[in-house]
């Protein structure tokens, strides 16, 4: 699976942003409070949707956390690769995962594709969303910095 693009309408603080991808790593050096973190909780999200729907704490509700300071539609579109195939993913969410929507379309035709479900990224990395987060997806605040003694 390769990204290779996506559109933020609305996410965080993130708003009317489009990304492209290019092969291999890429490094988005930006300053403090760009939405560096957003931006990788954006993509999270495209895969698997919102995590903590209940949760109160806004760390551990994405709903809220990432709900648009701004306003307007919450969500976007992620073109990637899989299978030799592109495909544009698209979610937007609503107060609550009743009113979410997917959308999932071949990138070449535009025809809709029943490829994959709304389970995206446990069906194309065989990893639900807690897995995922454990092992591939690193979070701002899974990388705590402090000050020791030494």
């Not at 009317?16 to 999270?44: H, M, P, Y």
């Not at 969303?129 to 454990?134: D, I, L, N, V």
Request: aromatic residues 12%.
């Amino acid at each position: 699976m390769r990204i290779i693009s996506c559109r933020i309408e609305n996410f965080g603080k993130l708003h009317d942003l489009d990304l492209s991808f290019s092969d291999g790593l890429n490094v988005f050096c930006r300053e403090n409070g760009w939405g560096k973190s957003t931006l990788a909780a954006f993509i999270k999200a495209m895969l698997y949707g919102l995590d903590g729907n209940k949760k109160r704490d806004l760390d551990e509700n994405e709903r809220k956390r990432f709900s648009p300071w701004q306003g307007g539609v919450f969500g976007g579109k992620m073109e990637f690769e899989a299978g030799q195939k592109r495909y544009t993913v698209t979610r937007t969410f609503g107060d609550s995962p009743a009113k979410d929507t997917f959308e999932l379309r071949n990138a070449e035709t535009n025809l809709l594709s029943q490829d994959y479900s709304e389970r995206l990224g446990e069906e194309l990395f065989k990893l639900n969303s807690a897995s995922f987060y454990r092992s591939i997806f690193i979070g701002q605040s899974d990388c705590p910095t402090v000050s020791t003694d030494d």
